[in-house]
């Protein structure tokens, strides 16, 4: 890098940081107002509050950082503008994509960064601010579900009446075989248990009905019967389990043993997970809006350049939860719902490079 594209980088991480950290605390002081009298009604020690709002940092960083690139972006350039030194640059020769240049490699620095925070960072915060939230500020809800239908193969489902606290174990059990649409064999047993290396499952007090053109045939057997089932040991822990807690290596892992064992709710996990990989590029997408815009607007005061950071910031903010949330209900692609502002964005910032550029 030259000179002044270190100079030009410079002022934009530092302006960055400044724009990060003054959104991130506007955003914890809203949510503090909010939630003071929960705080208040629940009892909850200061200390645990503090813990709170700095485990949700990342989160906060996560969500501000595209308002604080663009702004960052905004303000640099058009302060060059302003001061004229834009026009210098181009008199000398800077064309628009070299200018562009110390953005684009901070944007991508902070782009990695972000990676990092969004699939690995922000999961292991999670007990400490959103499972914080689910524990004390929401209302508990008693759900009276009927049993758990899991397809264990392609030709069999497991059926439990209730889950144990330990994940490991389930009571009022069955297991039906079918071969078509007929029905071959059903399991009835009491209890399940999953053996430690979690290739075995053992059936308590089992009751075997093999069903054929002869007839009815049952075997009882009051002790125990083992199977080998094609399910992980994980799978009844990842029924009620929170794809936003996991890493990105476990998010996978969890929606491809979900899809295996025929679980529902796929779709908001496959979204949460693109989500998590399409969420930190935004950065890099946004500056390419920032720097273009701000240039064929020589004179505006740092009061349009926020204006303008917050309206693009939370347009590109309420498209991803609007699709996010369409895609959750099944409507479209959840690689669709999670990259499509992403893409949008890069051909608005296509559109506005090529006008600044004429």
């Known amino acids: 890098m030259s000179l002044l594209d270190r100079y030009i980088a410079r002022q934009f991480f530092v302006t960055f940081l400044f724009s990060l950290a003054s959104f991130a605390a506007l955003f914890v002081l809203i949510n503090m107002v909010e939630n003071l009298d929960r705080f208040i009604d629940h009892q909850i020690p200061a200390g645990r509050i503090a813990i709170y709002y700095l485990a949700g940092l990342p989160q ?21 503008s302003m001061q004229s030194e834009l ?31 969004s699939c690995w960072i922000i999961p292991s915060n999670y007990d400490w601010s959103t499972g914080f939230e689910n524990r004390y500020m929401k209302e508990s809800k008693h759900d009276n579900q009927g049993p758990l239908h899991i397809r264990e193969s392609k ?20 297991i039906e075989s079918f071969e078509g649409p007929r029905i071959t064999s059903r ?29 009815e045939r049952l075997v009882v057997n009051p002790a125990a019967d083992t199977l080998n089932l094609s399910l992980s040991k994980n799978t009844f822990r990842m029924i009620d389990a929170d794809p936003d ?42 500056v390419m809006i920032g720097v273009p ?10 009061a349009l350049e926020a204006s303008i950071s917050l309206l693009v910031g939370l ?44």
């Open 60 to 80: 906060t960083f996560l969500l501000t950082t595209p308002l604080s690139v663009l702004l960052a972006s905004l303000f640099v350039t058009g302060k060059l």
């Open 87 to 117: 026009s210098a640059l181009k008199s000398a020769g800077m064309s628009l994509a070299h200018l562009m240049r110390p953005f684009l490699l901070v944007s991508l620095l902070i782009t990695g960064l972000n990676m990092v925070n």
């Open 155 to 174: 030709n069999r489902i497991l059926t439990v009446g209730e889950i144990g606290a330990d994940f490991m174990s389930a009571r009022s059990v069955s």
């Open 187 to 215: 399991i009835d047993a009491d209890s399940l248990r999953i053996l430690p290396s979690g290739k075995l499952w053992v059936l308590y007090n089992t009751r075997s009905r093999h069903f054929s053109d002869a007839g």
């Open 245 to 286: 807690a996991m890493t990105i290596q476990q998010h996978y892992q969890f929606v491809r043993e979900k899809e295996q064992a025929g679980l529902s709710g796929l779709e908001r996990a496959r979204v949460k997970l693109q989500v998590k990989i399409a969420m930190p590029f935004a950065s890099l997408i946004i």
């Open 293 to 302: 815009l701000s240039t064929k607007k020589k004179r505006s005061g740092l």
């Open 315 to 358: 347009l590109y903010l309420g498209l991803q939860r609007t699709l996010s949330s369409v895609g959750y209900d099944g409507h479209i692609n959840p690689i669709l719902a999670a990259w499509l502002p992403n893409l949008l964005f890069i051909m608005a910032g296509m559109v506005l490079y090529r006008t600044a550029n004429e």
